[in-house]
């Protein structure tokens, strides 16, 4: 009972401040509920996955909002004769409610701060008639709201096709399935990931190439997205190996893909094909291009940034590549902002995922010599980065990204007018 009551404090300052919020930026009751509903729909999901019998609190879970206070609460309730175990993860279930509490008060507030949010016209609210409108009115670059929605099509069309997939690869010969994974796997990326961003930014914006940022960057950037793909990829690899104690067990379907890229029996352009080139080009279309655009629209580059970084991780679903993506898309972020253009953060995202191919089909009997040994070394989990190698790799992706941002912040040269100007006109909007 105790706990119950202090963990009921930061999850009512949480619903509390998201209902605040949702209700401050409705213009009316009516559509208050159409942001409500999504709303109740996504606690409940939650609360439903945590009535499993199967699935039991660890340190990943414990992190998530909701679901950390509800498991802690069924293992203390089912385990009340011996729930010593458990208080372990109370601290960590306790200070992430609280931080999850204090983002969405930040948000209220932030609602109550917006002059076009508290003084704009209340109206009638119909979705039909708010889709002619978005139709009827368009901008050069999608809205936060558009942005949004975009990835709620694209999670919701991934949970629509899931039994779907998995069925088909099944159903297929064994000796094809292999093959018939990496088909649905680009048909995915076409259709569920770039389709819906392509047919937004066609269909509401008025100007497709800022919004997708189709422009040239100089040659600078094209070298940042050769070289620090190299350099982050063995940081990411080893932080994620010494966090596995904090992650959940691989689903079955995970592993088998990561088999499948192993499996030296593969064609190596068709796994290249499925897991380099298209999710490179169509994840960056969806999240670097529609939604960062949509995000930054406040002028919030931060923001912006920081949003479409975890909407991509979000994405892959799995925990362990939920973390990894989504510091990787805090990179790829960074470089599409100051770069104004797609294609750097494409090439990045190319070469990342080639490494973990290669790595992957690195014989298990290869032993580094003439002092290779010093930088690398084989395990049983295939190749693996020693620290000589990190240190190298950490302070040239410290100087890239440091140089990427250097590269947006005008010289003492320039006009006022260009220094006053928002860092939404200068980085998100320069169609150079």
């Given at each position: 009972?105790?706990?119950?009551?202090?963990?009921?404090?930061?999850?009512?300052?949480?619903?509390?401040?998201?209902?605040?919020?949702?209700?401050?930026?409705?213009?009316?009751?009516?559509?208050?509920?159409?942001?409500?509903?999504?709303?109740?729909?996504?606690?409940?999901?939650?609360?439903?996955?945590?009535?499993?019998?199967?699935?039991?609190?660890?340190?990943?879970?414990?992190?998530?909002?909701?679901?950390?206070?509800?498991?802690?609460?069924?293992?203390?309730?089912?385990?009340?004769?011996?729930?010593?175990?458990?208080?372990?993860?109370?601290?960590?279930?306790?200070?992430?409610?609280?931080?999850?509490?204090?983002?969405?008060?930040?948000?209220?507030?932030?609602?109550?701060?917006?002059?076009?949010?508290?003084?704009?016209?209340?109206?009638?609210?119909?979705?039909?008639?708010?889709?002619?409108?978005?139709?009827?009115?368009?901008?050069?670059?999608?809205?936060?709201?558009?942005?949004?929605?975009?990835?709620?099509?694209?999670?919701?069309?991934?949970?629509?096709?899931?039994?779907?997939?998995?069925d088909a690869i099944l159903t297929a010969p064994e000796s094809m399935r292999a093959v018939r994974s990496m088909q649905l796997l680009m048909i995915q990326q076409l259709a569920i990931i770039a389709t819906p961003a392509l047919?937004?930014?066609?269909?509401?914006?008025?100007?497709?190439?800022?919004?997708f940022r189709l422009f040239l960057p100089n040659w600078g950037f094209w070298g940042v997205g050769l070289l620090l793909p190299f350099m982050l990829h063995p940081l990411s690899l080893e932080l994620s190996a010494s966090l596995?104690?904090?992650?959940?067990?691989?689903?079955?379907?995970?592993?088998?893909?990561?088999?499948?890229?192993?499996?030296?029996?593969?064609?190596?352009?068709?796994?290249?094909?499925?897991?380099?080139?298209?999710?490179?080009?169509?994840?960056?279309?969806?999240?670097?291009?529609?939604?960062?655009?949509?995000?930054?629209?406040?002028?919030?580059?931060?923001?912006?940034?920081?949003?479409?970084?975890?909407?991509?991780?979000?994405?892959?679903?799995?925990?362990?590549?939920?973390?990894?993506?989504?510091?990787?898309?805090?990179?790829?972020?960074?470089?599409?902002?100051?770069?104004?253009?797609?294609?750097?953060?494409?090439?990045?995202?190319?070469?990342?995922?080639?490494?973990?191919?290669?790595?992957?089909?690195?014989?298990?009997?290869?032993?580094?010599?003439?002092?290779?040994?010093?930088?690398?070394?084989?395990?049983?989990?295939?190749?693996?980065?020693?620290?000589?190698?990190?240190?190298?790799?950490?302070?040239?992706?410290?100087?890239?990204?440091?140089?990427?941002?250097?590269?947006?912040?005008?010289?003492?040269?320039?006009?006022?007018?260009?220094?006053?100007?928002?860092?939404?006109?200068?980085?998100?909007?320069?169609?150079?």
């Amino acid at each position: 009972l105790f706990w119950i009551v202090i963990l009921l404090i930061p999850l009512s300052a949480l619903f509390s401040a998201l209902c605040l919020s949702l209700a401050t930026f409705a213009r009316s009751s009516k559509e208050g509920q159409y942001y409500l509903t999504p709303l109740l729909m996504v606690t409940l999901g939650l609360t439903v996955f945590c009535l499993s019998p199967a699935v039991e609190i660890n340190a990943f879970y414990s992190m998530m909002p909701i679901v950390g206070a509800a498991l802690l609460l069924k293992g203390m309730l089912l385990s009340a004769v011996n729930a010593g175990a458990l208080y372990v993860y109370a601290i960590p279930v306790l200070v992430s409610s609280i931080g999850y509490s204090l983002l969405a008060l930040w948000w209220a507030i932030d609602q109550f701060q917006r002059e076009d949010v508290l003084f704009r016209e209340a109206e009638r609210f119909e979705v039909g008639l708010w889709l002619k409108h978005l139709m009827r009115t368009k901008d050069a670059l999608p809205s936060f709201a558009e942005a949004g929605f975009c990835f709620v099509i694209i999670m919701l069309l991934q949970f629509a096709v899931m039994n779907s997939m998995r069925d088909a690869i099944l159903t297929a010969p064994e000796s094809m399935r292999a093959v018939r994974s990496m088909q649905l796997l680009m048909i995915q990326q076409l259709a569920i990931i770039a389709t819906p961003a392509l047919i937004m930014g066609i269909m509401l914006t008025t100007s497709v190439r800022k919004t997708f940022r189709l422009f040239l960057p100089n040659w600078g950037f094209w070298g940042v997205g050769l070289l620090l793909p190299f350099m982050l990829h063995p940081l990411s690899l080893e932080l994620s190996a010494s966090l596995q104690w904090f992650f959940p067990k691989l689903p079955a379907g995970a592993a088998a893909i990561i088999k499948e890229m192993s499996d030296p029996n593969q064609s190596l352009w068709l796994i290249l094909l499925a897991f380099a080139v298209a999710p490179g080009i169509c994840e960056e279309i969806a999240f670097r291009g529609f939604m960062l655009s949509g995000f930054g629209r406040r002028g919030r580059v931060w923001l912006a940034v920081i949003l479409s970084s975890v909407t991509f991780g979000v994405m892959h679903q799995i925990p362990q590549q939920v973390f990894n993506a989504t510091l990787m898309g805090l990179a790829l972020g960074l470089i599409a902002v100051h770069s104004r253009s797609l294609f750097p953060g494409i090439l990045f995202h190319f070469i990342y995922n080639s490494l973990s191919i290669f790595r992957g089909r690195v014989p298990e009997t290869w032993a580094p010599e003439n002092g290779l040994q010093h930088f690398v070394t084989m395990g049983p989990d295939g190749l693996r980065y020693s620290w000589p190698l990190l240190l190298i790799c950490g302070v040239t992706a410290f100087v890239l990204l440091r140089w990427v941002i250097l590269q947006s912040r005008p010289a003492p040269s320039e006009s006022a007018e260009l220094l006053t100007e928002s860092s939404y006109d200068r980085r998100l909007t320069d169609s150079k």
